[in-house]
């Protein structure tokens, strides 16, 4: 039996694999090199290799190794192979040049010695020219340059093996399929498959990781499904023995999985589910992988049957292309903690290529390997989700997160080193919280305004976030002594330290409100740049006590986002001033089929970005745009079903043309706003301009129904005017 030399090439980091699958296919003398693996065999573990391998690019039939750099010693030992052996006149040839030397300066120049000298050999023994073809020829010629050998191969694989043939639209950050099989079998997936586990991916993109390891549990071939093949008119081709090949292969394929395994992908992006079900399709893998669209969040392990083990593979954004590398630590974090709070007795895998967002999953991983997509390294990492690896929260910093809770600060009698002010002060902060605990507890609200100046002469707003003290002192009066106002903003400090006292080391949050015009309110006051995570509703948001003058959460909207989370199920949601975004979480855990969220603050864009990421919520399907509302209003055709319009009180930024008013320019902007509504859609309304009066061309235009009072929680009863709010509609 004759044994060929042969190369089969693979991205970097996966040469062990290829060595074991190309051994197990029946080669000999496999041994692993820098861009691949060589082997020796007959023809048909060649076949096999290109059948079979989920690993290799290409399969290189060796031809010569000739000691030759000069352009001249190159033609030369190129027309002195038999290539009337390989391909006559009728086939298209490319050849595929890499290296340099003193006399080849660059790879086409190479490569067109090589074309020359195929040429010259085949017309002088009278067969004529063949063709040239870069794009698909039948048969390529690879020829590799290096420390003055040349060597020859004729590529048997045509397209590089990798293409499957599935996928058509890859969306943004695609990873190769043979990349995407080393993660599977990296991960242990086998071995799961043997066991009776099952598969998941919780965001599955166009479902490479789901489709490779179906291919797998169903023992079906990689290459079953591709008609073109580089040796299909390569004169030494045997299509006997490749039928044959093709035949086992073909009668191998299983076509479902054994009884109780499966093999399940979520995204939250709706068309990164339609690529995933359209890729899997085309495979005939529709009834054994099932792609449904979830979010980050929502993920839950599988109850319809009994899945105590299984195995987790995912590769989520890297930050190279796609997603915002400040936002990424929190979705790899809400990734850990859906792992662990989920599916404890599984295993899991995650690729990354950027070791810090691996630990920002806040796992343990017992075991890495380095492998390549490109030219990018990629670490994959592997955990066991046992009893013992408890989710750790290495990500502490930029988030420290908050326990999700309804439970309020305890009431503590006052001190008595307390002034009588503070004591004061004390004692309506302990009566403020006694009378809204029963709706706390019956809403299981935990961020709130505890106190808004009810004493006159402590004039500050206290809020909580989950415990944790906010205030902001309101400027004094010209007429007020500045030394008493420093006493009693002193002694209101002592008060809440006294009912709310800050976790260890940390100190309460202190502000001075005054009126803020322009991009003030964007500014820093301090740069302590932690944030912290609190719960309202199903979401959850990322707030900064100490930065900014506000928090990234106000308070007093809540209602109308909760109304919203009740109405966006299914509707196209724009969200105009959206700052932190926390409307648009709302809207897309509420179901909302889409977004589009537009602010001109970059601090608040990325912002809402973290809290899409900490949502697991997907930011293609919720789109963030940093535009002026105006101008971007003025350029969409678009159309919504929900619009959210809530604009600064005041706004002179130097990115705009002109300065904002909210009194003034409110009805240009709702025409702007109204035109991309689209029929039978609602558009919110709201502002925080004390005395605002809604102009009257506004109610004759269209339907308008006042809802500042609805929208008004019971923690702001004492300022009825901090916002006002309508529901606008089209007339009928």
Not at 471 to 484: H, M, N, R, S
């Amino acid at each position: 039996m004759t044994h060929l030399n042969f190369l089969a090439t693979c991205p970097k980091g996966l040469n062990a694999l290829l060595a074991e699958e190309i051994a197990q296919l029946g080669a000999l003398e496999v041994s692993e090199t820098v861009t691949g693996v060589r082997f020796s065999a007959p023809l048909a573990v060649a076949y096999r290799t290109c059948l079979w391998s989920r690993f290799a690019n290409r399969v290189l039939l060796e031809l010569a190794v000739v000691a030759a750099d000069r352009a001249d010693d190159v033609y030369a030992a190129a027309k002195a192979i038999p290539w009337h052996e390989h391909l006559s006149a009728k086939e298209t040839l490319a050849v595929d040049f890499s290296g340099q030397s003193e006399t080849i300066r660059n790879t086409h120049f190479g490569a067109l010695k090589v074309k020359d000298g195929i040429v010259d050999a085949l017309r002088e023994r009278g067969l004529g020219r063949p063709s040239v073809d870069a794009r698909a020829p039948d048969v390529r010629i690879h020829v590799r340059l290096h420390r003055g050998k040349t060597t020859f191969s004729l590529d048997l694989s045509g397209d590089s093996l990798h293409r499957r043939g599935y996928r058509l639209d890859s969306g943004k950050a695609p990873l190769r399929e043979n990349l995407a099989a080393a993660v599977v079998a990296r991960a242990g997936w086998p071995a799961v498959l043997a066991s009776g586990g099952s598969f998941l991916d919780p965001m599955c993109g166009s479902g490479t990781l789901l489709i490779e390891a179906a291919l797998m549990a169903l023992d079906r071939a990689p290459g079953l499904e591709r008609s073109r093949w580089g040796f299909s008119r390569w004169g030494g081709h045997k299509p006997a023995q490749w039928q044959a090949i093709l035949a086992e292969a073909q009668s191998r394929a299983l076509h479902d999985l054994p009884q109780g395994i499966e093999i399940r992908g979520y995204d939250g992006d709706a068309g990164a589910v339609r690529r995933a079900t359209e890729n899997a399709s085309r495979m005939g893998l529709e009834r054994v992988v099932r792609v449904r669209h979830k979010a980050l969040a929502d993920l839950t392990r599988p109850s319809h049957q009994p899945m105590p083990f299984g195995l987790l593979v995912t590769n989520p954004p890297w930050g190279e292309r796609i997603g915002e590398k400040t936002s990424l630590p929190y979705l790899y974090r809400q990734l850990g903690s859906r792992w662990d709070q989920e599916f404890r007795g599984w295993t899991a895998a995650l690729l990354t290529s950027d070791l810090t967002l691996g630990r920002a999953v806040g796992l343990r991983s017992h075991k890495q390997y380095k492998l390549h997509n490109g030219p990018l390294e990629l670490n994959l990492l592997l955990f066991d989700l046992s009893a013992d690896n408890v989710w750790r929260d290495a990500s502490a910093k930029p988030v420290v997160q908050t326990p999700v809770s309804t439970a309020q600060p305890a009431e503590a009698e006052a001190p008595s080193a307390l002034s009588e002010g503070a004591i004061m002060v004390a004692n309506r902060l302990r009566k403020n919280l006694r009378r809204l605990k029963p709706w706390l507890k019956r809403d299981q609200v935990t961020c709130f305004r505890l106190y808004d100046a009810d004493m006159p002469e402590y004039a500050a707003a206290v809020d909580l976030y989950d415990g944790r003290a906010h205030v902001a002192e309101y400027a004094p009066p010209k007429g007020v002594d500045p030394d008493a106002a420093t006493r009693r903003l002193q002694e209101l400090m002592q008060a809440v330290e006294a009912v709310c006292p800050p976790p260890a080391g940390e100190r309460i949050a202190l502000k001075r409100r005054q009126r803020q015009r322009g991009l003030a309110q964007y500014e820093k006051t301090d740069d302590i740049g932690e944030r912290i995570e609190v719960v309202e509703g199903r979401a959850r948001l990322l707030v900064n006590l100490h930065d900014y003058l506000d928090t990234g959460l106000f308070l007093d909207h809540r209602p109308l986002r909760l109304r919203i989370a009740e109405e966006a199920a299914g509707k196209r949601f724009l969200n105009l001033f959206c700052y932190t975004g926390t409307a648009t979480i709302h809207a897309a855990l509420g179901g909302a089929s889409a977004s589009t969220s537009v602010d001109l603050s970059n601090t608040y864009v990325r912002w809402m970005r973290a809290n899409l990421a900490l949502n697991g919520l997907s930011d293609r399907q919720h789109r963030v745009e940093r535009a002026d509302v105006m101008a971007w209003l003025r350029q969409s055709e678009q159309l919504f079903d929900l619009i959210l319009l809530d604009p600064p009180s005041f706004s002179n930024s130097s990115s705009t043309e002109s300065d904002f008013d909210v009194q003034r320019d409110h009805p240009q902007l709702l025409e702007l706003a109204m035109a991309r509504l689209a029929p039978g859609g609602v558009l919110y309304f709201s502002n925080n301009r004390r005395r605002f009066v809604l102009d009257e061309q506004v109610e004759a235009r269209w339907q308008c129904e006042q809802i500042s009072a609805a929208t008004l929680p019971p923690d702001f009863a004492r300022r009825p005017d901090i916002h006002h709010c309508w529901r606008l509609t089209q007339l009928s």
